[in-house]
Each structure stands twice: as C-alpha cells, then as structure tokens.
C-alpha cells in the first residue's frame, strides 16, 4: 500500500465518463482492488442520480488505513481519472483537484501535449488501442474502463497488476476476466507519465 | 461485485439486503420496481433464477400488490420480504396499515428516498417517517454492514413480537456505495433465526375467519367465544410494540455473541461518555456526524454522536439515559413534519417533557432530497448552537442545514 500518497488518511477518485462506458463499474473495482491491497477502508458510488448512454457521468472512489465514514460527495479529488479526453474540458474534469494530484486521461497523446496547465501531474494511456489489441469490444465498442486500472496502477501505485487481476476475476467470468486484465496490463506498460 | 478476502465482500448496500434475505431462507417475495430499491430485488429475483434461493419471486404491477402478496403469504404461513423506496411506499400505505394491524411478521426494506412533488430519485427520509404511525418497528442503519445484520435480526424480531419490521436505509448513500461487508455464514444464520413457524395456521378442518369487520365493543363470535373489539386489538398492537425493546436488543445481543458485532439495540453513541454537546440522527448521516466529533474534539469540544437505531418504538427511556448528562443536543432530521418540525426533533422533546432531564434540544433540517451533507456543515450548525448556548439564549427554533435561498 502506498500510504505516503495518502495525505490526511484518504485518497479521493473522480471518474469521468460518458454513460456506458463503465466508469461506474471500474470505480467499483477499483475499491475491490483496493481492499485487496490492504487499504481498511473502501468505497465506491455513482454520482447519485439518472444515467444517461452518452451524457457525462462521474463516479468515484475513495481508499483509506482505515473505516471510511464520509458518505458525502467528492470536492477536491486527489486523483481524476478521464476515459474519454473530450470530457477534459466539457466536463471540466479538473476541478477542484488536490495540488500535486494526478489526472490520468484516455488518449494516444503524450501528457505534456494534452494542454492542461495546473499544480497536478497528468498521465497518459492508450486504452482504447489496448482493448482494441486485446479484441476487449462489446456491442462493437472497445472497452476502456478495466484497462484504465491498469494506467492507475501505473501512475499512482495504490494497487498492483496481481490485486486488480483478483479483482477481475471476482467481477466477471473467467474468460471476461483474462480479457479486461490483458487490456489492463497492455495499458499499465503503455501509460506514459 | 464480490471480492473475497477473509469472507468480507465489496458491495452496495442493496446486495448487502439481497445477501441477508437469501441467508434468511425467505420464501415468498413480491416487489415492484423503484430507484433506488431496484436493485434489491434484482439481486433476489437473479438467486432465485439461478437456484441458489428457494423462494418463489411474485412479480406485481405495483407496490399496493407487493405487499398485499405479502400479506397473503405470511397469512398462510411463509416467510416473505419486500423493498421499496419512496413513492413505491406510499403507494402501498393502505397495505402497510394492514400489514401491522394483523400483525405479520414481514420485513420490507424501505431504502429511503424523498417524497415527490417535486420528483426527486434522492436520498432523505421522509418516506419511512410518513410511515412511523402504521405500526410497524422502524430501525435505521449506518452502513452496509449494519443493513446486512439488521436484516437477518429483523425476521427475529419480527416473528418473536408478531409485528412488521421496516428496514430503513439511506438511498445512493448506502444503497449504491460499494464497501466492505462481511457476509454472516449460512450456519450462524440457521443457528440465530429458527425455521419459521407461522403464528397464523390455516386447517381446512378448523374454519375460520381471520381479521373480519370488528365491532367496536368485544362479542361472541359464532362459536361463542368472547372476541376482541377493534380497541383491544389496538391495545395489543401497541402493548406489543411497546415491549419490543427488549426482543430487538436481545436479538442484537445474540447476534453479537454469535457473529463478534452488534449495533448497540435501540441507540448508540460514539465518543459521548463525557460528552456535554451531543449530535443526534439516524441512518447513515451518523458516520458523517462521527467526522465532525473527531474534527470538533480535535479542538478540546466535549462532543459526541447519540445515534439513533430503532424510531418505531421510540427509545424514550434510553435517550433520557442518554442525554442525562448533556447540556445540548442538537438533532439532525432529514425529514419534516411540514408545519411542525424535525420528527425525531419533537420525539426527543416529547421523551424529555416529564424526565426531569432537560438539555437545550436543538432542531436541524438537514440532507432533504439528497442535498449533500458534507461534516463541515454539522461543524457549523453544532458550533452555532454552542455558541447560543454558552450566550445564555440558547437558540429553540428548527433551523436549516445549508439552504440556499
């Protein structure tokens, strides 16, 4: 576990997405993958409400030593996670961010030529092309929500490859589950810091 | 979602209902649809798709027929449970009347949500306290872990007082917040909650009629057995219900000493031994509460948090209890007695009026149709009414948490 990370005891995830995509589901995983590693304390929610396929959608996590009690809603992140880079600035996926936090985003490009000026680290990861690779496509739409675990576990190391493997394999079958950690650990080697 | 480490899941707090009623041996449930208790009956009408639970799933047009289903059910001898939200309740109202007065021992999840109009799919608690009067206990939970636990101690509370048992729960907050639970084993279960022995038995060979038109005054029924009027009934509702306390406290006890957790039976607190200032609510704005506790006696404030579990019965001794030794309570309702105010607010002063024990009881409206309650608000209400307080004009007027207009 990677406690030096977790100033004053938590660490804050906002997922952004777009409904169907899976931001709510890998925000799940997420604190699975979390427990697995030893964080006490684990939680994960949909940003409360209606969902619609396409409109923006927030979920998030939260990771902690111990018991997690605060139930509210996520102000100022420690960690923004992007699977769609459109939603950088249409959802001002930023705001509010811890100084020195990170933003990791879905996108070929390297993190210095996504634009984005601010006291946070940011963290690229082709994920869309590692489902691609990995032939990860449901209903002929590559799957990028699992794989961006894996840019997590690279840019922040909370959780490792081994624990959200376990995690995977306790969300889906087997066979759904080698396919989402192949695409996972394709992205983890491909997340540019 | 169901990582397993040392038996502890990762799931919301409806799959941590769902999980209870399988282990509970539930063999009738009917349910219709509603966010954010949806996803309860999902999970069961999924088990007993699969076989892994042995109930048969009623699906009903509405929630009037959920429970009516129910009623039938548990009239003829099974185990049955429902859920709603919100609306989805107050359509059933009438059968939730019913479902007390003859006195069945269902368990229904009511995962709270605002009343409409407005719509709102959000969490408060208005829709169980429109309940509080039919009859039913009413406890409310922090956590997942707790939904989990009351649940399976709910059918024992139940069938030991023959009264109705309302779960209630905060919607979003904790019926879709995935955390830690650790699912109580299907031995631990069988051992606390017996088979179910219906208290009602339908013999074909021994007629009868169950819950006819009841005269005012008690009669000889055909047989010329002397019956019960409707007032006597009602006393007995109310004797009954008036000495659950101790079956909901002992079913907690044992639950404890089988499975290593309890919830503290009608209240809890947390850090309020020597606490002079105590911060009151119930369900899941409790855990927010104990935030606010650890900042404020960060700062030497003698603060604690007066948790309160079980509504219906309300607790009246065990809050004189304790209260004794504070000089403020300040409660937090997330529901209103439109033209009055906060219900546990005015049920705290009605315990109060002949105790003797007086603290300055403080009413806040707070989290009304999901309204974010971040702990920095209850600091700056707790601290308001402090410092009123220590003004000598304590402030007695119900105020709001974070309105803005």
């Known amino acids: 576990m990677s406690t030096e990370t977790l100033k004053d005891g938590m660490c804050e995830i906002r997922w952004h997405g777009r409904g169907g995509q899976g931001a709510i589901s890998s925000a799940k995983i997420l604190a699975a993958a979390a427990y697995l590693a030893g964080f ?50 249409t959802a001002n996926a930023t705001a509010g961010l811890k100084p020195g936090g990170w933003v990791i985003v879905n996108s070929c490009k390297n993190p210095k030529d996504l634009g984005l000026k601010g ?34 576990a690279k840019a922040t190391g909370f959780v490792s490859l081994d624990e959200i493997k376990e995690a995977l394999s306790d969300a889906f079958s087997p066979k759904a589950a080698h396919k989402n950690f192949e695409a996972a650990k394709l992205t983890y080697q491909r997340t540019k810091l | 979602m169901g990582t397993k480490k040392h038996h502890i899941s990762i799931i919301t707090g409806n799959d941590a209902a769902a999980e209870a009623v399988k282990l509970c041996g539930v063999q009738v449930v009917a349910a219709y649809p509603i966010t954010p208790q949806s996803s309860v ?11 892994i639970m042995n109930a048969e799933f009623v699906t009903v047009e509405s929630e009037h027929s959920a429970l009516g289903v129910c009623i039938a059910a548990s009239t003829v001898g099974a185990r049955v449970f429902t859920a709603t939200s919100a609306n989805g309740l107050a359509y059933m109202c009438e059968q939730v009347h019913w479902a007390a007065g003859a006195r069945l021992p269902i368990v229904m999840c009511c995962v709270n949500r605002a009343m409409a109009a407005p719509w709102s799919v959000l969490n408060d608690q208005q829709d169980s306290m429109t309940m509080r009067d039919a009859g039913w206990i009413q ?23 023959h009264v109705p048992v309302m779960v209630c729960y905060d919607g979003y907050i904790l019926s879709h917040t995935v955390m830690p639970v650790e699912l109580v084993s299907q031995e631990k279960v069988d051992a606390f909650l017996p088979k179910y022995v219906p208290h009602t038995i339908l013999d074909p060979s021994h007629p009868r009629n ?6 005012a005054d008690p009669r000889k029924d055909g047989s010329g057995t002397l019956c019960h009027g409707y007032m006597e009934l009602r006393y007995l509702h109310q004797e009954a219900l008036l000495n659950s306390p101790a079956a909901i406290v ?27 200032i105590l911060l009151m609510a119930a369900g899941s704005l409790t855990m927010e509460l104990s935030v606010a506790v650890d900042a404020m006696r960060e700062e030497g404030i ?23 030794k504070a000089k403020l309570v300040a409660v937090f309702d997330k529901s209103l007695s439109y033209g009055n105010e ?10 109060l009026y002949t105790s003797g024990v007086s603290p300055v009881v403080h009413g806040y409206i707070t989290g009304l149709g999901g309204r974010d309650v971040k702990y920095r608000h209850l600091i700056e209400a707790a601290k308001k009414s402090i410092a009123a307080l220590n003004n000598g004009n304590p402030v007695k007027e119900t105020e709001w948490v974070n309105v803005q207009i």
């Open chain 1, 119 to 152: 006291d946070f680290q940011v963290a690229t990861a082709d994920a869309t092309g590692a489902a691609v690779d990995v032939d990860l496509i449901v209903s002929g739409v590559p799957m990028i929500n699992t794989p961006m675990l894996g840019a997590i």
């Open chain 2, 210 to 215: 169950l819950n006819p038109v009841t005269l």
């Open chain 2, 342 to 351: 906060g219900p546990i607010c005015a049920d705290l002063k009605s315990a």
């Open chain 2, 41 to 51: 009956v999902e999970a069961l009408s999924k088990y007993v798709e699969q076989g």
């Open chain 2, 250 to 276: 002992a079913a907690d006890k044992e639950f404890g000493k089988l499975v290593g957790r309890n919830w503290g039976g009608m209240v809890w607190g947390y850090r309020n031994e020597d606490a002079e």
């Open chain 1, 40 to 89: 006490k304390g684990v939680t994960s929610a949909p940003n409360f409400g209606a969902e619609r396929r396409g409109a923006p959608v927030t979920a998030l996590t939260r990771l902690a030593a111990e018991e997690i009690r605060i139930y509210s809603q996520v102000e100022t992140p420690d960690v923004v996670v992007v699977l769609d880079d459109t939603l950088l600035r």
């Open chain 2, 302 to 324: 003698k603060v604690g948090v007066l948790g309160l579990r079980v509504y219906r019965p309300f607790p009246n001794k065990e809050l004189v209890e304790a209260v004794r």
């Open chain 2, 139 to 161: 406890i409310f939970c922090r956590n997942n872990q707790e939904i989990h636990d009351t649940v399976i101690q709910a059918f024992k509370i139940a069938e030991t007082v």
